[in-house]
Nanobody
Framework: VQLQASGGGSMQAGGSLRLSCKVT????????VAWYRQAPGEQRVLVAS???????NFADSVKGRFEISRDNVRRTLYLQMNSLKPEDTGVYYC??????????WGKGTLVTVSS
């Protein structure tokens, strides 16, 4: 399985970004998938997840600001990030949801938010 995340960049606080993650080599539609963030010097944490039947969960820190979605035809996972804060800074990765054996981690996409 290959995971190719894109869409990161440098933004000022309050801005928006849309991340994409193309998943190849897996039957994407059957998996619960998620976005994770790894801030500098910290461990990777779950940001948002979406199940195979489109149930969504969000970390408290992003509720009301981020939206997760998926396109099973395009085998792509999305993360719409609004009202960005400096604490949203980090490398964002997609993978299977917590509790499942992860696929090999891709390179992720870097998001930098300045105040």
């Amino acid at each position: 399985v290959q995971l190719q995340a894109s869409g990161g960049g440098s933004m000022q606080a309050g801005g928006s970004l849309r991340l994409s993650c193309k998943v190849t080599g897996a039957n994407f539609r059957i998996y619960n998938v998620a976005w994770y963030r790894q801030a500098p010097g910290e461990q990777r944490v779950l940001v948002a997840s979406i199940s195979s039947d489109h149930n969504r969960n969000f970390a408290d820190s992003v509720k009301g600001r981020f939206e997760i979605s998926r396109d099973n035809v395009r085998r792509t996972l999305y993360l719409q990030m609004n009202s960005l804060k400096p604490e949203d800074t980090g490398v964002y990765y997609c993978n299977r949801d917590l509790g499942a054996d992860p696929w090999a981690w891709g390179k992720g996409t870097l998001v930098t938010v300045s105040s």
